[in-house]
């Protein structure tokens, strides 16, 4: 008979609409009654008894709650992380960049290190406003200098703005992505956490002072 | 009776709801019946082949993602063979399995995306959107676990895969396998059997097999056709021929065969993954000794694949450096385009639409 | 599992249709001479024992001195892959080849697409118009004397 | 009998208060006594408690729309598993208001091209006929702005002005997509009017009057039980004449980007988007007074309330379709209408002319039994018709299986194996 797919199809959107939304809000999440008391971690009558303005709050349906936002740690966000100590100013990451959006100006520092000459960058710029997040500088830097960040907030009014210099680099907290850092992931690291990583602890290298490197690099000469 | 009336020349696009991206069709109507119909492309013509010759075989992934953008992975996938091929690199076979499990993901991803689009192009107010949406993000959850990303995967390289999956990819995997049979059967109560969808595209857009064979067709409009012809199946490249899986066929050749194809061929998809999934096995997902910058023989290398709209290939030419010396890509999305003119002559506007979205093209993949 | 019919092969199966029609062959692409394509590539399609009724894939290459187009061709009912490669525009002079549109409808776009972006002229298309760029671009931006 | 609204206890009061009626239910006199207004003047009571009651009714009619779209906003991203909007005020229901304001704040567009005087028409009168509708319909007891006569008839007769409307836009913004739209709006109206009028008829030959009051008082028995076909009729009608879906053809946006409003911007697409909503809750109205017994309910709740819980489930239905359902080819349309629904139509008045040939003025026991009888009638008709429209088979991919079998592996190799 005919009308029958289409009173299946009526089943199936009563059916999702019972079902309930499955929309991730941001950046801050809607609530009811029931989402508010189970955001205060309380029982649907104790949060009435305890905290009955937020309840008429959540009644009027002004209720907010801080949104989450569940990423992978191998998220490719736009804030770079840089570490200074381990980069040696080589230019790989600008070499390999498709785009060849990374800028970096070098100059003798003049002193010697371990792993030979060591140049000041004073020049590192990054311009997202043109970066596809490829990952392949990451991908190409011999010392784990460079990691691709974990954040993605970063809208702004002008595409000037967009050029993440050395400065900020520096002065960035280290969340770094484990995008094509595997020791990373495997030592559990989760850039979400919020958990600032040390240089030390973000590379695939020894660290400098350690003693089998002394030995090789300063005994030896 | 019939009027003599003058026809009126409407240009669909290159801002349409219905031209899924930017294309523009110029179409002489005489009342609501398509007379003529001429297609107008480039509006997002990118220079990719030309930007693949000044690039290393390595960064030239990234510009695969952008050409089919509903299916990178499976565009990085027929690159990445292709750059196999020509530079004689054995892949690890964790690195193939995962290359597997990504592309058909992928291909669940594109045909989802095939259909809810197509019903929107019949106006069903976005609803069969949102649902195959919905499951769209997963696998975009699964994927940004794999790589970090959700659209621009370029997580094939060389060899392999940049990176093996990470532990909780497989529970998640698991997940959506459990969860996706279901969806299926929920798009098809939704769609398959309503009355409207059924008068609207049964009988609709119908093309001959044998003029699709001549005129380069392939993917799902052929296997609609009547035509088993799956690259997987005839031309097995990484380990297809180790997975067993059904080809959806169907007579018809109409704009509904189009679309059951490819519903069908979302749970082919999962079988595979489901062997996938069984049979991987342990051990570096990327050879090590593959360098970053490879430089293949001279010579040239021709791989298709099957992709989620058609036959996709790389054609790649090497003169010895760096950088392919020329880079072709075999769009499926474009030359299935070539009969749209015949498929469309005589039909009402709102069929011509119709018509129009079961091709299934993609316009970064069209004008690349 | 298709078999890619070698260039050995292919040559010699040209050769009977058309004794002058092939210049050079290597392990899996033959090479023909413009003039003969027409034939050819009907034969190509039609006999039965080649029977290539599909084009995947037509390109054009660069290679400075002159160029190349290169068809690749499936037969479904064989399960067969084959290329043929025909030299043209020698010393980068006016590049031109039959048209294929007559023999296998999928040449059309391609054609247009290659006439396009590498200035290779396909005598007999029906309509040899630009199909990414637009009409006026001055050049053909796949040779590899363009310059922006 | 002096004017109808003295049913109703508010306006009662207030003409009451002003005029020296004598009419008996004005005896009790108004909260203030009786005649502000000397004597002579009775027409001017009437006619500032009549300006009144249609600036009451006009505002909650408007402002119903907006909570209209608000609900059917939420409802449709419930059915696509969507939140809807849920931003501005409680539950997202100040969105309709900030959408006003926006409309309002955007540049007025005139296309260069257009014909001004036509184009700037159109949208002002798109909003005559849902407005002048409103006249007629039985809100409740007494809640009415005028009992015609030919109350159904002026309602069919007005909404045809859409039409006018609807051409004036698409004729007037210069636009092919316009046109489009317009001219199957107007193909779809003209032959849903026709259905829409043939499927009252039985209503009427029941209730023995055109008067949508008199029509109320008839319902007994709700018409939708006595009338089934009929209201299976009326109703698609409706929503047809509405343009909504499945039948949106006129602006159908997957092929006309917005159908014959595509070239107006600012507060003149406000109009049209209101038009439309206001259309659908009216429609909805003249639902539930022909064929849902209007304001009559029990006691405990007022009778316009009844009415208005009446038009919930109806505009729940209509949201409904519209998020479940794909929209019909217009050709499609045109001949459901004249190949089915003027048929079934047919068919309904046939039957029940019969039957009130045998019960001139049915009693509730009678009214029950035409239900049994029309309810027999529509499944039989509904299957006779729906075999004629019959789809056939439908067909499923037939599977080609794989030779090859896979080959074999070596076991006990699990997926998330380390690597």
């Known amino acids: 008979m005919i009308g029958m797919g289409l009173m299946r199809g009526l089943a199936v959107t009563m059916k999702t609409a019972i079902r309930g939304p499955v929309t991730v809000q941001y950046p801050d999440r809607r609530v009811g009654l029931l989402g508010a008391a189970r955001e205060a971690d309380l029982s649907f009558f104790r949060f009435l008894v305890r905290r009955p303005k937020d309840a008429v709050k959540a009644v009027a349906g002004f209720a907010t709650v801080e949104a989450k936002i569940v990423q992978g740690t191998r998220f490719r966000g736009q804030d770079f992380n840089w570490y200074e100590e381990r980069c040696t100013g080589c230019a790989s990451c600008a070499k390999f960049c498709p785009l060849g959006i990374i800028k970096i100006e070098t100059s003798p520092s003049g002193k010697l290190q371990q792993e030979g000459e060591v140049f000041n960058i004073d020049v590192f710029d990054i311009d997202i406003g043109r970066c596809m997040f490829c990952g392949i500088c990451v991908e190409v830097c011999p010392y784990d200098a460079l990691h691709m960040g974990s954040g993605f907030e970063r809208g702004q009014y002008e595409r000037k703005n967009l050029v993440i210099t050395v400065e900020e680099l520096k002065a960035k907290k280290k969340t770094p992505s484990t995008w094509f850092r595997p020791q990373q992931e495997a030592a559990g690291y989760n850039p979400h956490s919020g958990e600032d990583r040390p240089w030390t602890e973000a590379g695939r290298h020894e660290q400098p002072g350690d003693k089998k490197l002394t030995e090789r690099w300063v005994d030896e000469r | 009776m019939t009027l003599n009336s003058e026809s009126v020349i409407v240009n669909v696009g290159p801002q349409h709801p219905s031209t899924h991206g930017v294309m523009r069709l110029r179409v002489a109507f005489d009342g609501e019946l398509v007379t003529d119909a001429e297609m107008v492309i480039g509006y997002l013509h990118r220079g990719s082949e030309k930007l693949a010759e000044e690039r290393t075989f390595t960064q030239v992934v990234t510009l695969t993602d952008r050409m089919d953008y509903v299916a990178s992975m499976t565009n990085n996938q027929a690159y990445i063979l292709a750059v196999e091929k020509l530079a004689g690199i054995e892949p690890t076979p964790r690195g193939v399995w995962l290359r597997m499990i990504s592309a058909e993901l992928q291909r669940i991803v594109s045909h989802l995306v095939a259909v809810g689009f197509l019903l929107q192009d019949l106006g069903a107010m976005g609803t069969p959107l949102m649902y195959t949406m919905r499951e769209r993000e997963d696998v975009l959850d699964l994927f940004e676990l794999l790589c970090g990303a959700r659209i621009t995967n370029s997580y094939h390289r060389p060899s392999g895969v940049f990176q093996d999956a990470p532990d909780e990819f497989w529970p998640r995997l698991e997940l959506f396998m459990a969860n996706m049979p279901g969806r299926i059967d929920e798009y098809e109560q939704l769609i398959s059997g309503n009355e409207i969808i059924l008068s609207r595209m049964r009988g609709v857009g119908v093309i001959q097999p044998d003029m699709m064979i001549n005129a380069s067709i392939t993917g799902p409009m052929l296997r609609a056709g009547g035509v088993d012809w799956d690259l997987r199946h005839r031309q097995p490249y990484e380990y297809y021929d180790r997975v067993q899986f059904d080809r959806p066929i169907m007579d018809e050749s109409d704009n509904y065969s189009r679309y059951l194809v490819r519903v069908y061929e979302m749970r082919e998809s999962l079988k595979i993954l489901r062997q996938c999934i069984d049979q991987i096995e342990p051990g570096p997902a990327r050879d090590a000794d593959v360098p970053f910058v490879i430089r293949p023989p001279e010579g040239d290398a021709y791989v298709p694949i099957e992709g989620p709209k058609g036959e996709l290939g790389f054609y790649l030419v090497s003169d010895g450096g760096i950088s392919p010396y020329r880079c072709k890509v075999r769009p499926p999305s474009l030359i299935n385009l070539t009969l749209l003119r015949e498929m469309v002559i005589g039909l009402p506007m709102a069929a011509m639409i119709v018509t129009f979205g079961t091709v299934d093209i993609n316009m970064g993949e069209v004008d690349r | ?148 | 009998m002096g004017p109808n609204f003295l049913d109703n206890a508010f306006f009662r009061n207030i003409y009451c208060n002003l005029s020296e009626s004598d009419d008996v239910r004005c005896s009790g006199g108004g909260w203030l006594g009786d005649g502000l207004l000397p004597g002579g003047f009775e027409w001017l009571a009437f006619l500032i408690t009549a300006i009144l009651m249609a600036a009451i009714l006009i505002t909650l009619v408007l402002n119903a729309s907006l909570v209209f779209i608000w609900a059917e906003r939420r409802l449709l991203g419930r059915f696509q598993s969507r939140i809807g909007p849920n931003r501005w005020g409680p539950y997202g229901s100040l969105t309709p208001i900030a959408d006003a304001v926006k409309t309002l704040f955007k540049e007025d567009i005139v296309p260069a091209a257009a014909d001004r005087w036509v184009f700037n028409a159109a949208p002002v009168i798109m909003m005559v006929p849902s407005l002048m509708v409103l006249a007629v319909i039985p809100w409740g007891t007494g809640t009415f702005l005028a009992d015609l006569n030919v109350g159904i008839l002026f309602i069919i007769a007005i909404t045809s002005l859409s039409t006018f409307a609807i051409v004036m836009a698409g004729w007037g913004s210069q636009n092919r997509y316009a046109m489009f739209g317009a001219m199957r709006a107007v193909a779809l109206l003209i032959s849903y009017e026709i259905p829409m009028a043939i499927s009252l008829l039985g209503v009427l030959m029941i209730a023995g009057s055109l008067s949508l009051v008199s029509v109320v008082e008839a319902q007994n028995v709700p018409f939708i039980l006595v009338q089934p076909l009929g209201f299976l009729v009326f109703f698609i009608a409706s929503v047809a004449e509405i343009n909504r879906a499945p039948f949106d053809v006129a602006e159908a946006e997957s092929e006309l980007g917005s159908g014959y409003h595509t070239d107006y911007s600012g507060m003149k697409f406000g109009l049209f988007i209101n038009a439309e909503f206001t259309a659908t809750i009216l429609s909805s109205a003249v639902i539930v007074a022909v064929f849902l017994a209007g304001g009559r309910g029990w006691g405990f709740l007022p009778s316009q309330a009844w009415f208005i819980l009446k038009m919930v489930p109806v505009l729940f239905f209509i949201v409904w379709t519209r998020a479940s359902w794909p929209r019909l080819r217009i050709d499609q349309i045109l001949s459901l209408a004249w190949k089915g629904l003027i048929i079934l139509a047919f068919i309904n008045v046939a039957v029940s002319a019969i039957l009130s040939f045998i019960w001139p003025a049915p009693s509730t026991s009678e009214l029950w039994l035409m239900a049994a009888i029309n309810f027999g009638v529509l499944i039989v008709s509904v299957f006779a018709i729906s075999s004629w429209f019959g789809s056939g088979p439908v067909s499923t991919p037939r599977m080609s299986h794989d030779e090859a079998l896979p080959r074999p592996r070596p076991a006990g190799l699990s997926a998330g194996g380390d690597s």
């Open chain 3, 1 to 148: 599992m298709s078999v890619a019919m070698s260039g050995a092969e292919l040559a010699e199966a040209i050769r009977e249709i058309d004794s002058d029609a092939v210049t050079d062959h290597s392990d899996d692409a033959v090479w023909v001479t413009p003039s003969s394509w027409p034939d050819v590539a009907e034969k190509l399609r039609d006999l039965e024992a080649l029977r290539f009724e599909m084009l995947t894939l037509l390109t054009t290459v660069d290679y400075v001195d002159h160029f190349e187009v290169v068809y690749h061709l499936v037969s479904l009912s064989r399960n067969r892959t084959g290329v043929v490669k025909i030299r043209c525009g020698e010393g980068r002079v006016s590049p031109s080849v039959p048209t294929a549109i007559n023999v296998w409808r999928g040449a059309d776009l391609q054609e247009r697409e290659a006439y396009d972006l590498m200035g290779v002229n396909f005598d007999g298309h029906p309509n040899m118009k630009r199909l990414m760029l637009w009409e006026g671009f001055e050049g053909h931006p796949l040779r590899k004397d363009y310059l922006r």
